[in-house]
């Protein structure tokens, strides 16, 4: 296992197959500043760009995942004008939505407080693994503020909209186990259980095609807009790519000789 920081306020784990990057601001929940996000850029194109990667986890330091945007920098002349706020906002989309489109899958571990931009980061994350009692939300509409990165693009597609505007317009918090049941998690577990169970959810991803896993997910993404004829067509397309590759003729093969696959990544 190797950690490295990549400034004093993000730091970037690889434990084998997988890469984790680390909120590193415990003193103030993690909060975003410019720094971090930054940082989270980049270490997801360092992330994406590692070939021995398989899966990227996201969490924070201090039992605490993230609460948001730092409060002090929108209250600063950094955000002094509605051109700068709009600036803000696009990058913080546009970060964001690297997790969601990165080619390898991303998991957002969640203790403490994931609200207002640490929620807009979790759900922009592939998977969710949660501790029982965190507290995750939008939380935005309390301070009449209003969240540029993604809720109400993903959320309605995750959860409907009757959902959706209880959490955006009431400024709600959910607990881990909430978030379980209402389909914004997909494991949720004690605290002292919580490596543990992602450890379990970790393993069936990352020894699978690292090739079909990429457009797999590339595909299903998609999935999430256009008609049927064009979805229908993409999953033609993929299907066929996926039976060309020599993952897909070794796991044929694999089969037929009752072994395990060796995944060539291609």
């Not at 997988?18 to 270490?43: H, Q, S, Y």
């Not at 929108?74 to 706020?85: A, V």
């Not at 959810?201 to 797999?216: H, Q, V, Y």
Request: charged share 25%; with cysteine; proline share 3%.
């Amino acid at each position: 296992m190797s950690v490295e920081a990549a400034t004093e306020v993000i730091q970037y784990e690889v434990n084998g197959p997988v890469a984790t990057i680390w909120f590193n601001r415990p003193e103030v929940k993690n909060c975003v500043n410019w720094d971090l996000l930054m940082g989270l850029g980049a270490l997801l194109e360092r992330a994406e760009n590692d070939d021995d990667v398989r899966a990227v986890v996201i969490r924070g330091r201090g039992n605490t995942f993230c609460a948001g945007a730092d409060l002090n920098m929108l209250d600063s002349e950094f955000l002094g004008t509605t051109n700068q706020s709009v600036k803000i906002a696009q990058i913080s989309a546009r970060t964001f939505d690297r997790a969601f489109n990165l080619s390898k899958p991303t998991i957002a571990v969640v203790e403490g407080f994931a609200v207002a931009g640490g929620f807009e980061l979790f759900i922009s994350c592939d998977f969710a693994v949660v501790e029982d009692n965190a507290r995750i939300g939008d939380f935005h509409i309390r301070r009449a503020l209003f969240g540029g990165a993604g809720p109400i693009y993903r959320l309605p597609r995750y959860i409907g909209l009757r959902k959706t505007k209880e959490l955006l317009l009431t400024g709600k918090l959910l607990s881990g186990k909430e978030c379980e049941e209402w389909g914004l998690a997909n494991v949720s577990a004690p605290a002292a259980e919580l490596d543990q169970a992602l450890a379990d959810f970790l393993a069936p991803l990352i020894d699978k095609s690292a090739f079909t896993m990429r457009i797999t997910k590339l595909a299903a993404n998609r999935g999430l807009d256009g008609d049927t004829e064009t979805l229908l067509a993409l999953e033609s397309m993929t299907c066929n790519v996926a039976h060309q590759s020599q993952d897909a003729k070794e796991g044929v093969q694999a089969f037929l000789e009752k072994r395990e696959p060796v995944w060539k990544h291609a």
